[in-house]
């Protein structure tokens, strides 16, 4: 009998975890968020200049101030939540988060598990190297040496196109192939618009992007059928657009504006 009792307040234990999961991953609205006067938000820690730890151990980065904005704008404290890349969805969907502002780039795959609102920011690949090398296109990459981050977005892309004379030379990080650049080991890289962001502050007039490779929207992401949610979100993104306290915050965060893409809606 002992065990019958404890074997029916196990089961009773679950029933109850399992309702409050159920609560917690079920829809929300803007105005249940306020009542409760506090969002958690899921952010990266570990992808600056869009998130990281600041000295204090505190988050910082333009997805945390993007965060804050929000935060601010439904009028309740702001809970980030630290996460990773292959976390940060089951965390969503889970319910330990209300929503995601992690870098989470806009995929049709990704869009079968989460819904995605309007592009808030957006990560372009280019062609970069030396001002006065003239490449205009994939066949001008012919004989030439292009450094990339191993097993990066630019490495995929420029792998891809690149006649089979180029000799693409992989490093372990975007860190390293700048290095080969600026030391004149390579006269090209594969380089996200942040880093030419960075590289052209560094060394100004000594580089350009010479074509683009590929470019990823990213959105804020919620739980599926979260319409009123997501339609406040939308609808906040559009207005710190038109006033263009977003670009002032990629500006300040990044090192330029907001990529022309991340203005077109979804």
């Given at each position: 009998?002992?065990?019958?009792?404890?074997?029916?307040?196990?089961?009773?234990?679950?029933a109850?975890?399992?309702?409050?999961?159920?609560?917690?991953?079920?829809?929300?609205?803007?105005?249940?968020i306020?009542?409760?006067?506090?969002?958690?938000?899921?952010?990266?820690?570990?992808?600056?200049?869009?998130?990281?730890?600041?000295?204090?151990?505190?988050?910082?980065?333009?997805?945390?101030?993007?965060?804050?904005?929000?935060a601010?704008?439904?009028?309740?404290?702001?809970?980030?939540?630290?996460?990773?890349?292959?976390?940060?969805?089951?965390?969503?969907?889970?319910?330990?988060?209300?929503?995601?502002?992690?870098?989470?780039?806009?995929?049709?795959?990704?869009?079968e598990?989460?819904?995605?609102?309007?592009?808030?920011?957006?990560?372009?690949?280019?062609?970069?190297?030396?001002?006065?090398?003239?490449?205009?296109?994939?066949?001008?990459?012919?004989?030439?040496?292009?450094?990339?981050?191993r097993?990066?977005?630019?490495?995929?892309?420029?792998?891809?196109?690149?006649?089979?004379?180029?000799n693409?030379q992989?490093?372990?990080?975007?860190?390293?192939?700048?290095?080969?650049?600026?030391?004149?080991?390579v006269?090209?890289?594969?380089?996200?618009?942040?880093?030419?962001?960075?590289?052209?502050?560094?060394?100004?007039g000594?580089?350009?992007?010479?074509?683009?490779?590929?470019?990823?929207?990213?959105?804020?992401?919620?739980?599926?059928?979260?319409?009123e949610l997501?339609?406040?979100?939308?609808?906040?993104?559009?207005?710190?657009?038109e006033?263009?306290?977003?670009?002032?915050?990629h500006?300040e965060?990044?090192?330029?504006?907001?990529?022309?893409?991340?203005?077109?809606?979804?």
């Amino acid at each position: 009998m002992r065990f019958l009792n404890r074997a029916i307040g196990l089961a009773a234990a679950a029933a109850v975890t399992l309702g409050l999961a159920t609560i917690a991953a079920s829809a929300q609205t803007p105005e249940e968020i306020q009542s409760r006067g506090t969002i958690n938000i899921g952010m990266l820690v570990d992808f600056p200049p869009f998130g990281f730890l600041d000295e204090q151990g505190q988050p910082a980065g333009y997805d945390a101030e993007v965060a804050r904005l929000l935060a601010e704008d439904l009028g309740v404290d702001l809970n980030i939540v630290q996460v990773t890349g292959p976390n940060r969805i089951p965390y969503l969907l889970s319910g330990q988060v209300d929503i995601l502002v992690a870098s989470l780039g806009i995929t049709p795959e990704r869009a079968e598990q989460v819904d995605f609102s309007d592009p808030y920011a957006g990560i372009e690949i280019f062609v970069y190297g030396d001002a006065d090398l003239e490449v205009n296109d994939a066949e001008d990459l012919a004989n030439q040496d292009i450094a990339v981050a191993r097993a990066s977005t630019q490495d995929t892309a420029i792998t891809e196109i690149a006649p089979d004379s180029a000799n693409i030379q992989r490093f372990d990080d975007d860190a390293s192939a700048v290095q080969a650049l600026l030391s004149g080991q390579v006269p090209l890289m594969g380089a996200s618009n942040v880093v030419v962001a960075q590289l052209n502050e560094r060394a100004p007039g000594e580089y350009d992007t010479k074509f683009s490779l590929s470019k990823q929207s990213q959105g804020i992401a919620t739980r599926p059928d979260q319409d009123e949610l997501m339609a406040y979100i939308n609808d906040f993104l559009q207005r710190k657009k038109e006033s263009d306290e977003l670009n002032a915050l990629h500006e300040e965060w990044v090192g330029g504006p907001l990529p022309e893409f991340v203005g077109e809606t979804q």
